[in-house]
């Protein structure tokens, strides 16, 4: 189905299948997520034809996605005009086997979560690299915890000294002197945790959250209806939620 090489042959799979499983017809508010696999979710979307998008709304999670749904003439519109959404299809930086996430390597996932939460079906598009057993098996970058900026210094110690991240530190910009700023005007805190605090993601996730200053954390718990992976031989692996279980699938490549 995809045609292009390696990783960004992947998630275009991965989106791919995703659309064409959980984008339908009678779907008319769509959320839209955050990252570089979530432009393939866009070009599917549109390749289902004008007629049918003409009459569907899509809510983006942050400044990149908003870009995406204008550049694509899309219909915009905001969460606080739609307080449910039909479908949001959103990346992810890792995925569990029970579908927990880790989100925010990009900073969007306040907004993203706010837009999973509000979705009548929530699913992920991933490559490969993000499948995993458990949080923090391949993403070692840490937890993103976005946080007011007048707190943050705070938040760090916390963090460090209380809830067991001796390495958390402050996001810093790459083309810019200083921390990264959010959307919404925040900074961002990466905490990575040992594999014994973090093997009960929400557990850790309400730990963290109660710590004043702390905006909103990049676990996503029990959110997740499935993940579609593109894996480099074509085929795609699908995590989806059936009763109290998650089911593993494989789509072969065409
Ligand atoms: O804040 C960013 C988001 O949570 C992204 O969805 C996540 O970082 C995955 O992005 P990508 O598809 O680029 O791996």
Do not use: W
Not at 117 to 133: L, Q, T
């Amino acid at each position: 189905m995809s045609q292009l090489p390696g990783i960004e042959g992947a998630k275009q799979l991965a989106a791919y299948t995703a659309v064409d499983k959980h984008i339908l017809p009678h779907h008319k508010i769509i959320g839209i997520g955050s990252g570089s696999t979530v432009p393939y979710v866009v070009e599917r979307i549109m390749q289902q034809g004008t007629e049918l998008n003409k009459g569907r709304t899509f809510i983006p999670t942050g400044f990149q996605s908003k870009e995406l749904i204008i550049e694509a003439r899309l219909n915009l519109g905001d969460v606080d005009q739609y307080l449910t959404i039909d479908v949001t299809i959103d990346g992810a930086d890792e995925v569990d086997a029970q579908l927990n996430c880790i989100k925010g390597g990009g900073a969007c996932h306040l907004r993203e979560k706010v837009l999973a939460e509000a979705a009548k079906s929530f699913i992920i598009v991933a490559d490969y690299r993000k499948n995993g057993k458990y949080l923090g098996e391949n993403f070692a970058h840490g937890v993103p915890i976005e946080v007011v900026p007048f707190a943050y210094a705070k938040v760090l110690q916390n963090l460090r000294s209380v809830l067991g991240s001796p390495n958390a530190s402050l996001r810093m910009a790459k083309a810019k002197a200083g921390p990264v700023v959010t959307d919404n005007a925040n900074f961002v805190i990466d905490a990575p945790f040992s594999r014994d605090l973090i093997k009960d993601p929400s557990s850790l996730l309400t730990k963290i959250k109660l710590l004043t200053g702390v905006v909103e954390v990049g676990l996503f718990c029990n959110i997740a209806q499935a993940a579609y992976f593109g894996n480099q031989d074509g085929s795609v692996t699908i995590k989806r939620v059936e009763g109290a279980k998650v089911i593993e699938e494989s789509i072969a490549a065409s």
